[in-house]
Nanobody, 128 residues
Framework: QVQLVESGGGLVQAGGSLTLSCVASGDRDTFVGYNLGWFRQAQGQEREFLAGIEWTKQVYYGNFEQGRFTISRDNDQRTVTLKMTKQQVKDTAVYYC????????????????????WGRGTQVTVSS
């Protein structure tokens, strides 16, 4: 199994921006075959899907986050990044990256249950 470590969380004022990163263990040849996703879980809430990027580099977003969130990957660095703009108090949550070895299959993965690996998360707190 791959180990995932998120970073970049912290305290941000409403309206500000934040970039989260997640680095995977292992080698590049394995990483390029992963589908990767970002989720978040607010206190007392279910984990919700934010953005995903397939091993083909096709990207897709949760229905309500497109435009504020941008996902990207760097296979050489074995990282997946989530850029967040126009932060709102409701964005306060623990943010997780998740991975699943998917190549050569296609298709978006939008639920946490579809992934095999996830990190411990990074806390994002948005102040008003």
């Amino acid at each position: 199994q791959v180990q995932l470590v998120e970073s970049g969380g912290g305290l941000v004022q409403a309206g500000g921006s934040l970039t989260l990163s997640c680095v995977a263990s292992g080698d590049r040849d394995t990483f390029v075959g992963y589908n990767l996703g970002w989720f978040r879980q607010a206190q007392g809430q279910e984990r919700e899907f934010l953005a995903g990027i397939e091993w083909t580099k096709q990207v897709y977003y949760g229905n309500f986050e497109q435009g504020r969130f941008t996902i990207s990957r760097d296979n050489d660095q074995r990282t997946v990044t989530l850029k967040m703009t126009k932060q709102q108090v409701k964005d306060t949550a623990v943010y997780y990256c998740e991975a699943k070895e998917q190549r050569p299959r296609g298709g978006a993965l939008r639920t946490a249950e579809e992934y095999d690996n996830w990190g411990r998360g990074t806390q994002v707190t948005v102040s008003s």
